[in-house]
């Protein structure tokens, strides 16, 4: 997800047999513009971004002229884009985020979208220690070094000294690296797990709800931007074609999966629907979060934000104090979720899933997270 050449694996043709028209009163009608988004990533080919593709299918953005640009590898690639006004969207990991506020990047973030952390810690099989604190002293393998702004503040918030650690860079083949007996741990995460799995890599895991109090990726846009009055509606309805998206998600991972690879027709083979199935829904899970304590889709939790920013600038990843009220915004948040849920409950259970994908059991995958 992060600055990362993922293997491709997903794919969605814009006709799904005996799909029902979409209301209009659902789509995002109030508003008129254009919105570049621009992935961290350097693909568009994956599942971590089903909700646009879902709100695509069903014209929920309305008359809103939208793009999902792949961007360069480089890890800050999605926040300078967005700098220079190259794009309006960026889709950076708090540590890209935070390094670009430090840089003095005047960026806000307008819609949280992964409320629990989303990186792990692959393990070779029978080799996962009792928890973090153990990876103290041990070689973790990266895709990129640039990662180690992702991992060193996720060893400190368990007390372990990231400079007790070697980091090796593996490029796009970390993952069969750790296999190969080349580092203790890899970095991964909810998605990558179910995807590396499907490729044969069978690893144990230290996974983030076991340890990790970060928020994940989350939509960043130019300061300016959030204070322009004539931009506002722009931006309540493209972040709230993205909750719906993420709302026909949650109500039915196989249909959005399903969405996603008809997508990417060439690249469908690379991922069976129950993996492909396994990976949205640990994606799912990251996205939603502790629902009962949030506020709706986007939201962000100010407190979690501050915590992590106070870490960071505790182990000298930035230089200046950061106060996650001044750059994380909840103004959107209100308008996102302002959505007819029934309608959408409706679009999802009406969704005319394939054979392939009626035969995936989503109990036992939901079992599996």
């Known amino acids: 997800m992060f600055g990362l050449d993922r293997r491709q694996f997903v794919g969605l043709g814009l006709a799904a047999a005996g799909m029902m028209a979409v209301p209009r009163f659902l789509m995002a009608q109030e508003a008129t513009g254009t919105v570049r988004w621009v992935s961290p990533r350097g693909t568009i080919e994956v599942l971590d971004d089903y909700p646009y593709w879902v709100a695509q299918k069903f014209g929920w ?74 990876l103290a002293g041990k070689k973790i393998l990266l895709g990129s070094i640039g990662w180690k702004a992702i991992v060193d503040p996720m060893l400190a918030q368990v007390g372990v000294d990231p400079t007790s650690v070697e980091y090796a860079e ?31 890599l069978d690893f144990d895991y230290i996974l983030p709800y076991e340890f990790s109090k970060f928020p994940a990726n989350t939509f960043v846009i130019r300061a300016a931007d959030l204070t322009d009055a004539a931009k506002k509606p722009l931006y309540e309805a493209y972040f709230k074609a993205w909750a719906m998206g993420l709302e026909f998600g949650h109500q039915n991972p196989r249909a959005a999966t399903q969405i996603v690879l008809e997508q990417f027709p060439a690249l469908a083979s690379t991922l069976k629907p129950d993996i492909a199935t396994e990976s949205m829904m640990q994606l799912a899970k990251v996205f939603r979060g502790p629902w009962d304590q949030r506020q ?9 934000w501050q915590g992590y920013f106070d870490v960071i600038y505790r182990i000298k990843q930035i230089t200046k104090e950061m106060k996650s009220g001044d750059v994380c915004k909840n103004d959107y948040t209100a308008a996102a979720n302002q959505f007819d849920q029934a309608a959408v409950k409706k679009a999802s259970d009406e969704f005319q899933l394939s054979s392939d994908f009626q035969a995936v059991d989503v109990a036992a995958i939901q079992a599996r997270l």
């Not at 490029?171 to 990558?192: H, I, M, N, S, V």
């Open 170 to 200: 593996a490029g796009g083949l970390w993952g069969p690296a750790l296999q190969q007996g080349q580092g203790d741990a890899a970095l991964c995460w909810e998605g990558l797990r179910a995807q590396w799995f499907g490729q044969g």
């Open 61 to 134: 953005f309305g008359d809103i002229e939208t793009t999902l640009e792949p961007g360069p590898m480089e890890a800050t690639a999605t926040i300078k884009l967005v700098d220079q006004d190259q794009a309006d969207v960026g889709f950076p990991s708090p540590g890209v985020f935070s390094l670009g506020l430090e840089q003095g990047m005047p960026l806000v973030s307008a819609f949280q979208m992964g409320a629990y952390d989303v990186f792990s810690f692959a393990f070779q099989k029978g080799k996962k220690p009792a928890s973090a604190t153990d």
């Open 296 to 304: 709706g889709w986007g939201w962000h939790d100010l407190a979690q």
